[in-house]
């Protein structure tokens, strides 16, 4: 009898093997491959920053422009830089980068799920769901576009090294202490404002819960660990002084607003639809429900209605009754998901107008809650209801990475809600603009930085917004340099929709002695050449003013009313021309 329970635990063992080696192998083949289909310019940011960081030899580089206070430490672009040695800024390198920060979310898995006596053959299993993706939006912003992925990677070490600190003594103490030193100054470095809620504020309530729960020697740990964790905090936030004294920064939704009490309850209805997105349940409306997409929908409809109620019922258990790092681990992710909610309903940051898409910031909470559910006990006598359901959401989300890998371009495609962002056309739009050789244009956001990174910098498209007419620059996530006069010498480009054609004030454009040479239209796209750097005309593109400019008037120019008897008529106060930093009003 014991010799076929080792032969059964051996061959248990083997499948889970065989199942993680195929989710990474499907993890891998999207990363290179299938992301390319919903690669957008979020995603190229990393990359391009990437790219300014090696031409400027600064690491924070002083014509970047960065967005809320949010710096780029050690995020993406990281693994990047010394990539671009070898080979182009382009997709390639940005699957590298996705590559290494997935070795590191796996790895931080492994070791959380290393806090129990959890066997070799559960943490693997742990380890092959997420590998799978879990669902489509945790595939995109895990893997794809990293964006969470870091932010999660982050909280892994935070508690695992905190948990080790408890459990250790004399030498290894100061080891671990290290550790959260360094990992609190970095993240506070990055930005302090969302490292208070996203770690500060779940790493200080798990430290007041378990000193509440603890005996005298747990008590004299975390005096110690909250030592550390506040020396880090004024390191973090020395460093981000310092460093934002130095660089350019915009704020946008950082700047955050309180909701009406209406609007909090509608952000509040709609938070269900964002929960059930994350864990993978929302079926595509106008499927077929008797058909086998339509069965695969109700299945991954109840594994996120299941996930949905065992996660918070797991995350309770492991903060109330646990008294091992789980205890920890539990208390920090239940704090972590309540102070983010507060502000998901409260405020203005997350846009409910998209609701799908907004849920990207219960991904971290959500997913941490997941694997406290996949690491708790499964005890099919005592609590059997629990146990099946457990069982039954491990197979679905084990056995899903095919499914979830194929259609995340589908799925996450509409949820953005922003024309041109998602467009399975790009690709064939690089390659005519590469035959047609067409090397430096401009662009609306989403449609710029992705070309630039599709086409291995053998196309560089610059972000601009259409301005009272004209296209200016878009100071979001780019580079003052791209804007000069002498980032390139000869032809240039618009690319734009017919919508944003429609926009674009011609005869505004000829008065600054910009007009198109020539132009073309495929897949969507209106393409306007023109003979030489748009930069070269156009007002308020070089903030140096090394050149002349000359400020037209038109009809979106400043006026004034002259103060009459009769109907006041607008009158244009003046016109500025910019003669090599020397100006005069006419």
Known sequence: MIKNNNVLSTAALLVVAFLLVINIGMLISYLFYGYQAEFHSDSAVKVLLAKEIVLANDYFPDDWNYINNDFFVFFGHTFIIPLLTVMPAGFTAHAFSGLFFAVLLLTGVWFLSGLTDLGTKRRLLILAIVAGGISSISAENLYGQVSYCAEIVFCCYLIFFSCKFFQSNGKRTYLWGMGIFLLVSLIYWENPQRATIVYGVPFLGAVCWQFMRGNSWIRRKLWQISAIFFMGLGVGIALHTYTLSGVNNILTVGDARWLSYEMMLRNLSLTPKGVLYVFG??????????????????????????????????????????????????????????????????????????????????????????????????????????????????????????????????????????????????????????????????????????????????????????????????????????????????????????????????????????????????????????????????????????????????????????????????????????????????
């Open 281 to 586: 349940g929302l079926p595509n409306p106008g499927d077929y429900l008797v058909s086998l997409g339509g069965v695969y929908e109700a299945l991954r409809l109840l594994a996120a209605v299941i996930s949905a109620v065992l996660v918070p019922w797991a995350v309770f258990k492991a903060f109330r009754y646990s008294n091992d790092g789980m205890g920890f681990f539990g208390s920090f992710v239940a704090i972590a998901f309540a102070s983010v909610f507060f502000l998901y309903v409260t405020t203005t940051i997350p846009d409910m107008n998209d609701a799908v898409q907004s849920s990207r910031y219960l991904l971290p909470s959500l997913f941490l809650g997941l694997i406290i559910l996949l690491m708790s006990p499964i005890d099919r006598f005592k609590a059997p209801f629990s146990a099946i359901s457990t069982i039954f959401i491990i197979v679905f989300f084990i056995t899903s990475g095919y499914q979830i890998f194929r259609l995340s371009g589908k799925e996450v495609l509409p949820a953005w809600g922003q024309p041109g962002q998602y467009n399975p056309h790009k690709k064939s739009l690089v390659n005519f603009l590469i035959s047609q050789n067409l090397e430096y244009g401009y662009a609306t956001y989403w449609n710029a930085g992705v070309v630039s990174v599709l086409s291995d910098e053998k196309v560089l498209v610059r972000q601009i917004l259409i301005k009272n007419g004209i296209p200016v620059p878009m100071k979001h996530l780019s580079s003052n340099r791209w804007y000069r006069p002498e980032a390139r010498h000869g032809e240039t480009f618009l690319l734009l929709t017919d919508a944003e054609a429609k926009l674009i004030e011609w005869e505004v454009l000829e008065a600054y002695n910009v007009k198109p040479d020539r132009s073309y239209e495929i897949n969507g796209f209106n393409i306007y050449v023109f003979k030489d750097n748009l930069a070269n005309h156009l007002p308020g593109w070089d903030a140096h003013f090394e050149v002349p400019f000359k400020f037209i008037p038109n009809e979106y120019s400043l006026r004034k009313l002259t103060l009459k008897r009769h109907k006041p008529k607008p009158e244009i106060s003046a016109i500025i021309i910019f003669d090599g930093g020397n100006h005069e009003a006419i």
